[in-house]
């Protein structure tokens, strides 16, 4: 591995955001009375678009490096130098994250620009942003640190802040409630984070070389080989372990209860914390991490199926969610199942490029639903809306084209992602044909649920009552101009990776190939393409193509009606998967309720052995005080009394000497010459 | 007979012994002196004896000399710690200044 070069502003990308907030915070109730929203606009923008900048740099500054040399380290100063723990505060550019920091700050910057109308009427306008800014800064922390403490430091810091965000009204308990959970459910994953992290620390320093740093983990991670925890190779468990860390961040089975009721938050918040950026964190942190990953083929095995299955589990859901958001929350825990496939067959590159495809056309329909939301005037349920395109041309648009994109239509970037992962699932060595057709069917519930909110939202007839149809607008410029960006970005993207199979040099994979490289048995059938991928190819388009006729069926022309469905087996499939499997009311019941239990448990361990031990203590003191108390009056008080008693009868006798006769006087003085007079003769 | 220096002791013996017999037995206050005056005279016959018999040098009699001035002194002295007695206890008797009995 050939050594990073050294360059000093890639801390700005990750301070520029955090400037933004710390002004936002401490003065932003005084800059938004004194200059208004647009001041608070301006200061929280701005860091975000100049981040964007710098970001482009970076990627300049790397293409114009040979592959083998694109590391960029930017070493700030020592934060903790302890023994075998050397974690600086130190910023690493690689392509990996020369991608991830511009899909960050420039959906990011895009995301801030829409706020800055959707949030308009917000009386905490600057709360808003300081938080949005905040969560930038540690979404970049997150992507740029060189080593795992900082990554983790950020990977705390997007949940702090997604948490402050989806209670941003917090006036309302649901809200509220919906913060914590999101919150509770992410530290469960962070402890095996950390735990991975701990056992991946020890291993390798009881073989003299243990670190932290990413770069330094790569070259000594061969050290794990053959080493066991309890029976099970260090490389699996530990990552095994990173992985549940992964799932509460992603929202993976079984930790992805938080992300639907995440939608409690504005819009903008879901569309960049839960679509574009903090979600795809676990992504990025198996990316970061592959050289582990490719140890530890059972892990692989274990992330690809959960990818599978979550991605099946949640596209069941979403089919029969009504309310805007939720299908899109739904689908964002679906894509994000595909990611993991990805991932999880050993094809990072593919992984990761859908990670910033899903960024692009994600994030343009959560925009594109808020812009709905908005005009409808809060209303989210799309039994109430129809016809909508006639009023909002340009949000219908990006949405109807960010949908083609997600139903992975060809040529757009959603086609091209995610069959390059249903490709690598089934043809790579980790992969398995069962495992491919499991994302197939998930691909054909996809078109199927997101045209079925297409066909519900704009087309048709406007069911919404006559009051809001009279308030319904095409928003703002500054919303609509982000949708129009993403959506076109949704439309091309899939530029970067195009196939060879389709005749492109798949650059998005070749610019990744310094990261994922090492030691990693993964995808290299590089040039030759084989024929089954292009049935493949064709199956999923016409899936695909299939999903979409059945929405327009069901939803547009209404030939098919959806009671056909609902009522099928006496409507109990439908119910399960409308109310979600009852999966919160599991969890609910039973960890919840099985933590109040042990609450109670330890409650009455604590009131009646403890209290009791210590009231016990405290009896058995007073007891014992008793018996000092007999020992003093009766031993110390008796000596003392019996002395005095001595001397005075000591005394007694003595008082009788003193006859105060003077001719007794007189008399003993005489007896007494007379004695010493003998004595001296003697 | 010749009257040698046991004759003197022997007076000076007698002296001593009664006024010893004056101090512890009398009541009254001045009684005790008068014996405390016997006894001080018994001693410079004492003296006197010894230098006209002893050493035959003069050092007994300036002794004899120096008693006779201390036993004024005390006298004096004594005689104010009866006035003292008699002023407290409107008597000379001691056995009346028995305040001190324990």
């Not at chain 1, 938004?32 to 701005?46: E, H, L």
């Not at chain 2, 016997?38 to 410079?44: P, R, T, V």
Request: net charge negative; with cysteine.
């Amino acid at each position: 591995m050939e050594h990073p070069i050294s360059v000093d502003y890639l801390r700005w990308i990750v301070l520029l955001p955090l400037i933004g907030a710390v002004i936002n915070a401490l003065a932003g109730v005084l800059i938004q009375r004194s200059f208004g929203k647009r001041a608070i606009s301006v200061i929280a923008c701005t860091p975000v678009i100049l981040a964007f900048v710098l970001a482009v740099r970076v990627l300049l500054q790397l293409l114009s490096l040979p592959p083998e040399q694109r590391f960029l380290l930017d070493h700030w100063f020592t934060w903790i130098d302890v023994g075998d723990l050397r974690a600086d505060i130190a910023f690493l550019a690689d392509p990996l994250s020369s991608v991830m920091i511009l899909v960050v700050t420039g959906v990011g910057g895009l995301i801030h620009i829409y706020s800055t109308g959707y949030m308009h009427d917000e009386k905490s306008y600057w709360r808003f942003f300081a938080w949005l800014n905040l969560f930038t800064f540690a979404m970049l922390t997150l992507v740029l640190g060189d080593n795992i403490l900082l990554m983790f430091v950020g990977w705390e810091g997007v949940g702090l802040c997604s948490y402050a965000l989806i209670g941003f009204w917090y006036g309302e308990l649901a809200n509220a409630s919906a913060g914590s959970k999101a919150f509770i459910v992410n530290r469960v994953g962070d402890f095996g984070f950390t735990l991975g992290a701990f056992l991946l620390f020890w291993t390798l320093s009881a073989e003299g070389h243990g670190s932290v740093v990413f770069r330094e983990l790569a070259q000594h991670a061969h050290l794990l080989e053959g080493k066991t925890f309890f029976g099970v190779g260090v490389a699996t468990v530990v990552t095994l372990l990173f992985f549940v860390g992964a799932t509460g961040k992603s929202a993976q089975i079984p930790l992805y209860v938080w992300l639907p009721d995440a939608m409690a938050g504005p819009t903008p918040v879901s569309a960049l914390i839960h679509a574009a950026t903090m979600v795809t964190a676990g992504v990025y942190m198996i990316g970061r991490l592959n050289f582990l990953f490719s140890m530890a083929p059972a892990t692989l095995h274990v992330v690809a199926w959960i990818g599978a299955l979550t991605a099946f589990f949640a596209a069941t859901i979403g089919l029969a969610q009504n309310d805007i958001k939720r299908v899109l929350a739904y689908s964002t825990v679906s894509q994000l199942g595909y990611m993991f496939i990805g991932m999880g067959v050993g094809a990072y590159a593919a992984g990761i490029f859908h990670l910033v495809t899903h960024a692009f056309f994600k994030a343009c329909l959560f925009l594109g639903s808020g812009s709905v939301i908005h005009a409808m005037g809060g209303e989210q349920d799309m039994r109430k809306m129809g016809g909508l395109k006639k009023w909002m041309p340009w949000t219908y648009r990006t949405f109807l084209i960010s949908t083609l994109a997600i139903a992975g239509i060809p040529p757009l970037s959603g086609f091209i992602s995610k069959d390059e992962i249903l490709w690598k699932a089934f043809s790579s060595e980790h992969g398995s044909p069962l495992l491919w057709l499991v994302g197939f069917a998930g691909a054909g519930m996809t078109a199927f649920y997101m045209f079925r909110q297409v066909f519900m939202t704009f087309y048709g007839e406007c069911r919404a009552d006559h009051h809001t149809q009279e308030h319904l607008h095409e928003s703002p410029a500054t919303m609509t101009y982000p949708l129009i960006v993403l959506a076109t970005l949704a439309f091309v993207g899939g530029v970067l990776g195009w196939p060879h199979s389709l005749g492109g040099s798949n650059g998005f994979e070749e610019w990744l190939a310094p990261v994922f490289s090492h030691g990693a048995h993964a995808a290299h059938e590089a040039a030759e393409v084989e024929p089954i991928e292009y049935a493949l190819m064709l199956a999923s388009v016409g899936i695909g193509v299939a999903g979409i006729l059945l929405a327009r069926a069901m939803y547009l022309t209404k030939t098919l009606s959806p009671a056909t469905f609902s009522e099928m087996g006496e409507g109990a499939p439908y119910r399960l998967i409308y109310n979600k499997y009852y999966i919160d009311e599991i969890y609910g019941a039973v960890f919840v309720n099985g933590t109040l239990l042990l609450t109670q448990l330890c409650a009455a361990f604590d009131r009646i052995v403890i209290d009791g031990i210590v009231n016990g203590s405290a009896a058995l003191t007073r007891g014992v005080s008793w018996l000092n108390g007999l020992f003093d009056n009766y031993v110390i008080d008796g000596i003392v009394n019996r002395v005095a008693d001595v001397t005075m009868g000591v005394g007694n006798r003595f008082r009788q000497l003193q006859t105060g006769s003077i001719n007794g006087y007189l008399y003993v003085i005489v007896v007494g010459v007379v004695v010493v007079m003998v004595a001296r003769l003697m | 007979m010749a009257v040698g220096l046991q004759h003197y002791l022997f007076v000076s013996l007698i002296l001593f012994a009664l006024g010893l017999y004056c101090v512890l037995t009398r009541r009254n206050a001045i009684g005790i002196l008068m014996g405390v005056e016997l006894i001080l005279n018994s001693a410079n016959v004492n003296y006197l004896a010894f230098s006209r018999y002893g050493s035959g040098t003069y050092d007994g009699q300036v002794f004899a000399i120096f008693v006779i001035m201390l036993a004024a002194a005390e006298a004096a002295i004594g005689l104010a710690i009866v006035l003292g007695i008699y002023q407290t206890f409107q008597t000379i008797d001691v056995e009346a200044a028995e305040t001190m009995r324990g």
